[in-house]
């Protein structure tokens, strides 16, 4: 197992962050409501926590099972791509996503989400990844759809996030499965 290494598509970079990542990701992420209105956690809330977050990522870099990624659009950072809660009784992950607003619509979401997807399968040998999200988030359904991830259940209600229900979609890339499109 390899861990976060540096992973190239045709116009991103996806890299190992960096203590001046903190600033970027409270800019960007912690200062925008919009930007966790369906995770229900900001790990950039304020200045603090954003250097506490990221302080953790650089902390786990050593660990061959962390997966975390600031994503870089011509040479600026244009957001973040992770996976985490590695099961190795299930040889599962789940993986995760932000794009800051002025690189959204863009298509590097589902470029990035493409290549750590393939990553984690032919590279680190997961045979599933899963990922979710509020049905009402159809940014994200989107780019999850678009990079081979099939939705595989809804859960009515299952998503609690400042006072309201939203229908939680989970989404699944998994080896082998045909319906994934990469059997």
């Not at 680190?124 to 999850?144: F, L, P, Y």
């Not at 259940?153 to 080896?175: N, S």
Request: charged share 25%; net charge negative.
């Amino acid at each position: 197992m390899s861990g976060t290494v540096r992973l190239e598509t045709g116009n991103l970079v996806l890299r190992r962050h960096v203590e001046s990542d903190a600033s970027v990701l409270y800019e960007q992420i912690g200062r925008n409501p919009a930007m966790t209105a369906y995770s229900g956690w900001n790990p950039y809330a304020d200045m603090e926590t954003a250097e506490q977050t990221v302080g953790r990522f650089l902390a786990s870099y050593g660990d061959d099972r962390f997966y975390g990624w600031a994503i870089e659009a011509d040479g600026k950072m244009a957001g973040t791509i992770g996976a985490y809660d590695y099961d190795p009784k299930s040889n599962s992950i789940e993986i995760g996503f932000s794009i800051f607003p002025s690189f959204q619509r863009k298509g590097y979401a589902a470029a990035a989400l493409r290549k750590v997807l393939r990553y984690l399968k032919e590279e680190e040998g997961i045979g599933t990844v899963t990922a979710w999200c509020a049905a009402e988030n159809a940014g994200s359904r989107r780019v999850m759809e678009k990079s081979g991830m099939v939705l595989k259940h809804i859960e009515p209600e299952g998503l609690a996030i400042g006072g309201m229900l939203y229908d939680r979609l989970d989404y699944v890339y998994a080896k082998g499965d045909r319906s994934c499109g990469n059997g």
